[in-house]
């Protein structure tokens, strides 16, 4: 599979942003999707996965009652609805393919397929 991460840019503290993951080939349907980010001189970090179905969802705690992770599969995309951001929520935001368990925190070993290229994501004070 392959994955297109798009929606990123500039938003004040308090605002909403969402990220969009397009992904071509079949297999989407049967993966489960994540979304990951990477500040600045930090470590890439968990933020939500989503199972196959939609049915399952895990958030990092940093994000939790903010953030809202779904997927469309009639349009092979998966979404990550951002609200109430904050500066600490700056990042380059990454979308994987094919990760999981979603019943816990995930590493970047959780991630068996693909990475989008990454969009950035800007929250000023």
């Known amino acids: 599979v392959q994955l297109q991460a798009s929606g990123g840019g500039l938003v004040q503290a308090g605002g909403s942003l969402r990220l969009s993951c397009a992904a071509s080939?079949?297999?989407?349907?049967?993966?489960?999707m994540g979304w990951f980010r990477q500040a600045p001189g930090k470590e890439r970090e968990f933020v939500a996965a989503?199972?196959?179905?939609?049915?399952?969802?895990y958030y990092a705690d940093s994000v939790k009652g903010r953030f809202a992770i779904s997927r469309d599969l009639a349009k092979n995309t998966a979404y990550l609805q951002m609200n109430d951001v904050r500066p600490g929520d700056t990042a380059v935001y990454y979308c994987a393919a094919d990760v999981g368990p979603v019943c816990a925190p995930l590493t970047l070993a959780s991630v068996r397929d693909a990475w989008g290229q990454g969009t950035q994501v800007t929250v000023s004070s």
């Open positions: 080939g079949r297999t989407f349907s049967t993966y489960a």
């Open positions: 989503i199972s196959w179905s939609g049915g399952s969802t």
